[in-house]
């Protein structure tokens, strides 16, 4: 390794909040992070195929705009000043490229930007490009039609799951400290578990859409190598707007706050399958072998009962109905079926075939499943599983080709994610250890409704006991190797 590439690697994985720190030192500016991050990016995402769209300019005219911010004393109030940040493919952005994912809109380019992204603007981002999904985030692998496959950064022709695939990939190799993604069932937590990195599904609510949502289950949020960085992206995007009448938080709210106090006397429960999965043996013990962390840390841990039963039935209602719903009309969705991904096709064809009582009944279900969960959490603060159930399957499928005891399909498979989305609860995957063979697992941390704060103080505790950041994925030259299984 030259030294120029070992000095280019020590820079793109630092920290959000490192390199505020070393900006205010004087010991490194912006122009320069973002000419090693885009360096690093043009090295390493053919192997990835992270990113479908990198904004050069946009990026160095931003550093060079926070580098004057900073020469000049100011910016102390924009919390992202010259940080390198990645934006989901599905989010809108003016100006600038959004596929979806489809042949439909290969060549979309927005007029208009989302309070989102205008907020991660205000906050003084630099701006990478944009990360590769599945067609319309409509599964947990991410490839498509238009650039293929994302790869695992631990290991080449994995999947990096979906849909925010390409986020959490880019995130995981060095190619951007923070990503923005978006989680419909377990889209920000499904790639984060798999390529080894904290991400975030907020309340939802918490972030404001771009517009209100049909099914009203998927939430953006913050995907990082650290949960503190994930807390400052969380803090600047969260607050309601009023082009989302879902929206409630307060806006400017402070997620780094108390994030260092703790999580002694919290009481926590843990279930090893939620009653509805299987596991693999090896992800189960690593995570047991985490949950048994938050003892140490002064947790009351208890093992419960299955909360609930599998909701894959009603959430398969709502998925697809939404989904065909979109198309307005079967003609419609005739002049359009060849362009579409064969797996959301069929996806989207079962949900016609769903009446307007299926969905009734869906509805109904999802608030029993919420009044379930709103009862184990007025005993509990946490509820902690694993995040999937499985490692990383190869990279182009739509789903597992197996899995322990339960049978396997595009929507059902992640068990513990989708009831989540369902219930709007706060949840999050924290990495918590490797298999024997070098791919990353992740603990499944989930909160009470509108504890978003709880969720992020609780993996932030448990990164301190168990940090992850140093890791370096294999397809970094010269990287640490992942070590033995925890």
Not at 10 to 27: D, K, N
Not at 106 to 117: G, Y
Not at 309 to 326: H, I, Q, R, Y
Not at 385 to 390: A, I, M, N, S
Request: net charge negative.
């Amino acid at each position: 390794m030259t030294d120029q590439k070992n000095g280019r690697e020590q820079i793109v994985f630092l920290s959000a909040i490192e390199l505020g720190r070393l900006y205010r030192a004087r010991e490194l500016s912006p122009t320069e992070v973002v000419e090693a991050t885009l360096a690093h990016v043009e090295a390493v995402n053919p192997t990835l195929n992270a990113y479908v769209t990198v904004t050069a300019e946009l990026a160095r005219d931003r550093a060079r705009r926070a580098e004057r911010a900073l020469g000049a004393g100011e910016g102390a109030g924009l919390p992202l000043l010259g940080v390198p940040l990645s934006l989901k493919d599905l989010t809108p952005t003016k100006g600038i490229r959004t596929t979806n994912g489809s042949l439909l809109t290969r060549d979309w380019v927005p007029d208009a930007d989302p309070v989102v992204v205008q907020r991660i603007y205000a906050s003084g981002a630099v701006i990478l490009g944009k990360t590769n999904v599945p067609e319309y985030g409509w599964k947990g692998d991410t490839t498509n039609r238009i650039v293929g496959s994302s790869h695992n950064p631990w290991r080449h022709g994995l999947t990096t799951g979906g849909s925010s695939g390409g986020a959490a990939a880019a995130v995981a190799a060095g190619m951007g400290p923070i990503a923005q993604g978006s989680d419909g069932a377990g889209s920000i937590r499904i790639p984060s578990s798999f390529c080894g990195v904290f991400g975030l599904k907020p309340t939802y609510g918490t972030v404001p859409a771009g517009e209100p949502s049909m099914e009203r289950v998927s939430q953006m949020g913050p995907i990082a190598r650290t949960v503190w960085d994930a807390a400052l992206l969380l803090g600047v995007i969260a607050g309601r707007d009023v082009r989302d009448p879902d929206s409630w938080a307060s806006p400017g709210e402070s997620y780094v706050d108390g994030i260092d106090r703790g999580v002694r006397g919290v009481r926590v429960a843990w279930s090893p399958d939620l009653g509805c999965a299987s596991v693999d043996r090896e992800v189960a013990d690593i995570v047991a072998r985490a949950v048994a962390v938050f003892s140490d840390l002064g947790c009351d841990v208890d093992e419960i009962d299955a909360p609930f039963d599998d909701p894959c039935g009603l959430f398969e209602v709502m998925s697809a109905t939404a989904e065909a719903g979109e198309y307005g009309t079967l003609e419609r969705f005739a002049e359009v079926r060849d362009l579409l991904d064969p797996g959301r096709l069929r996806h989207i064809e079962t949900g016609w075939t769903f009446s307007g009582v299926d969905v009734a009944r869906a509805n109904a279900g999802r608030a029993e499943l919420y009044v379930r969960m709103r009862r184990l959490m007025e005993t509990y603060q946490l509820l902690l599983t694993p995040t999937l159930p499985v490692t990383p399957f190869p990279a182009g499928a739509d789903y597992p080709p197996q899995l322990p005891g339960n049978p396997t399909d595009a929507l059902c498979w992640p068990r513990f994610t989708y009831p989540f989305n369902l219930t709007g609860q706060p949840a999050a995957s924290v990495p918590c250890g490797f298999t024997a063979d070098g791919l990353p697992v992740g603990l499944h941390v989930v909160g009470r409704w509108r504890e978003d704060a709880t969720v992020v103080r609780a993996a932030r505790a448990f990164e301190v006991a168990r940090p992850w950041a140093a890791r370096r994925p294999s397809v970094v030259d010269g990287a640490v190797p992942a070590p033995p299984a925890s």
